[in-house]
Structure formats: C-alpha cells, structure tokens
C-alpha cells in the first residue's frame, strides 16, 4: 500500500479526509497540530478517530501559535462569533495555519517516503478561510515541487482534498457510507475539554446545518442550556 500523510484535526471534515484516503487503499499516517487552540478536545477526539478509521500511526506535534494571536481560536480576548454572519473573513482565521500544518506534513511524508498529503478543507460549506480554497492547495502543491529532495529526484508530492467542491451535506454523506462515526468528532470552537458543543458558534451552526439536510441524526453531544 502507498503511504500517505492525513492532517487530522478531530474534526468531522479531516475525519472524512482520513476515510476516504483509507478507502483510496492508502496507508495512513494522520498528523494533528497542538497549536494552542481553544477547542482542545479536539486532539482527544483525533486520536480516537485516527484509531477508528485504522491510522497506522498518530502524531501530534506542539506548536504554540498563541504566541502570536491575532485569531479567537488562539487569544481568548477575542471573542468567537455566534450570529451566524458573516461576509468577510471571520475572526476565527488562524494566520497561516494551514501552510504551517501542510508544512509540516510534507515534511513527515518526505521521512516516511510517501508522496501523497490528504488536507479536509472545503470550499462550499467552509467558513470564508483564504487557506481552504482550491488556488491555494494547488499552489502549495506546487511549492511542495519545488522544495523537497524527494521532488528533484522525481517523486512528484501530491496534496488531495477530497471535499472541496462538496457540500456539508455531501460530506457526511460520503462519511456516514465510508464508516465514519461522527460522535467521535469535534467541530465546535468552544467545546469543553470533554469535547461537549456549544451549538451556537459558526461551526456548530454548519456542522448541525449538515446533519439536517443530510437527513441524518446529529450525534454531536451539546452543552446543557445550549
């Protein structure tokens, strides 16, 4: 089987990635980033999705990008937004996470020998992120190319993204056939450290959207009162 590299947030999109790179025959490797994020129930809920879908190994690498804030999702004086409006690139934007992250998968693929990255952004459904959009994988793609030995010496690196052009919809629909066991997953920016949602913020609001018109029961667990 060929390796491949899978960024697994413990959300229900990279979960879905990690389904379907388990699908396409690969064997998988899944990367979260302890970043400093709020929601960090999130790295408990990768680790037992990386055991569900049969992750070969699963790492987790410390990074602290609070440091330099400049997102809610990593200065709590920012307030993460739950009205459900939004026109322009939210708050909750993480300055370069993305790139960090493909970074360093790129950089565990190259160790491993593999030449192939699966990231679960989406450009339908997903939150107004510059970083999740189709022109920017495909650039890092690119740059991927042109900067690794593996590259030079003609093992093209490969970055799928797999959901980009689905709905929310779509995507729990592809996961639910693919085996995926969403009450693992947390999407929630405010969950608590038992990954329990808030079912107000802009994720929970899309992840619950999805559900809905999937068809499909939503097994998130929400806070009392929520």
């Known amino acids: ?48 999705v990386a055991q569900s879908l049969g992750s070969q190994t699963h790492q987790v690498i410390k990074l602290d990008l609070t440091t330099f804030g400049g997102s809610a999702l990593t200065d709590r004086s920012i307030e993460i937004p739950t009205s459900g409006e939004n026109t322009n690139i939210p708050v909750t934007y993480v300055p370069a996470r993305n790139t960090i992250m493909l970074s360093l998968a790129l950089a565990w693929a190259e160790t491993l020998d593999s030449q192939d990255i699966f990231i679960g952004v989406n450009a339908v459904d997903y939150s107004g992120y510059p970083d999740c959009r189709l022109e920017y994988v495909q650039a890092f793609e690119n740059m991927a190319n042109l900067a690794t030995k593996a590259a030079i010496e003609g093992k093209k690196m490969t970055i799928y993204a797999p959901l980009m052009h689905l709905t929310k919809k779509g995507i729990i629909q592809e996961g639910i056939t693919l085996g995926v066991d969403y009450s693992l997953t947390v999407s929630c920016y405010r969950a608590d450290e038992l990954g329990r949602a808030c079912g107000v913020c802009d994720s929970c609001r899309i992840r619950r959207a999805g559900f809905a018109a999937a068809g499909v029961i939503d097994p998130t667990r929400y806070l009392v009162n929520s």
Do not use: P
């Open 1 to 48: 089987m060929k390796k491949a590299v899978v960024l697994l947030s413990g959300g229900l999109d990279s979960a879905t990635a990690l389904a379907i790179a388990r699908n396409r025959q690969f064997e998988c490797y899944t990367l979260s980033v302890d970043y400093g994020q709020r929601h960090r129930s999130e790295l408990e809920a990768a680790k037992k």
